[in-house]
């Protein structure tokens, strides 16, 4: 059986901490260096029902894509809730390592992992590294459908091949407008709308996308004259999920070569906040006054 610092050795060599961005906190957050390592859980969320699905599952390692603590803290008390996580990962001799933005770039990386989920065929990078001399990591993807699609249809071609959650999919543009192309990242990304149109796709799969950044996207006047990409937003833990099926693939490659032995799991847990979804009835029109029940005020 390895030892811990030799799997970290090993994490940190698919996903290499120095490609995180500066305002990340990836790496080991607890763990004893010497200790062995049988099971492996890959997770989104280092959230309490992880950290106990983890001591349910005799874990010796938890590896997270959402840091713990990404701010810092003063305190790891268990009075708070992610002392609380600390704390039963310390009882039960878990580790927990943190793999974020050093695996939003990596080659394969989070997005690589989107696209497969959605059986995209993947062109490149979004937004390339310009240290990588194959261009191949970077941020995002861009993507070809497996076949043309209109946009509601290819909303529900995503919903039904990512995780479920609470939000499904929403989707802004033409609903009949045809989908051959479209970039991909996984989690937020309407930081991302100037290099989507910069790409020429026809959409943008990514998530929490907000009302005004939205709304600009949709109604940008492209210098070309053409309409600019549609938007699809997906749930972020969904964009993310499938990315933990891929590094447990990655890992259980690494054990294989070393004759480790090792045990990799992929929780299934939905960690995504969002629990209930009500969909909207038609607005009525006109509304008379803003008394009128259920008329926006």
């Known amino acids: 059986m390895p030892v811990l610092s030799e799997v970290l050795t090993a994490l940190d060599a698919l996903w290499p901490p120095e490609r995180a961005e500066g305002w990340d906190a990836v790496g080991t957050v607890c763990g004893d260096p010497d200790a062995e390592v049988r099971r492996v859980l890959f997770a989104v969320d280092p959230v309490q029902e992880i950290a106990e699905e983890a001591v349910r599952l005799g874990a010796d390692l938890l590896v ?134 910069a790409a020429g796709v026809d959409a943008f799969l990514t998530a929490d996308l907000r009302h005004h950044p939205a709304s600009e996207a949709v109604q940008y006047l492209q210098p070309d004259g053409q309409t600019p990409p549609a938007l699809l937003d997906a749930a972020h833990w969904a964009t993310e999920w499938p990315w933990c099926e891929q590094a447990a693939a990655q890992l259980d490659a690494v054990s294989d070569r070393h004759g480790w032995g090792l045990r990799t799991h992929v929780s299934r847990t939905v960690t995504d906040p969002w629990t209930a979804h009500a969909a909207s009835a038609p607005l009525t029109s006109p509304v008379e006054t803003s008394n009128t029940p259920g008329a926006p005020r």
């Open 64 to 197: 997270t894509h959402h840091p713990l603590y990404l701010r810092g803290t003063t305190t790891v008390a268990a009075s708070t809730f992610k002392g609380k996580v600390v704390h039963t990962l310390i009882k039960h001799d878990i580790a927990l390592h943190v793999a974020h933005t050093n695996a939003d770039t990596a080659d394969p990386g989070v997005s690589d992992a989107l696209a497969g989920a959605l059986d995209l065929r993947i062109l490149g990078p979004l937004v390339a590294d310009a240290t990588d001399p194959a261009g191949r990591r970077g941020l995002g993807r861009i993507c070809e459908l497996p076949h043309p699609m209109t946009l509601t249809e290819f909303a529900s071609y995503a919903a039904a091949r990512l995780p479920a959650t609470a939000q499904g999919i929403r989707a802004a543009g033409d609903p009949d407008r045809e989908i051959r192309t479209v970039a991909v990242s996984g989690g937020s990304g309407d930081s991302l709308f100037g290099d989507v149109r």
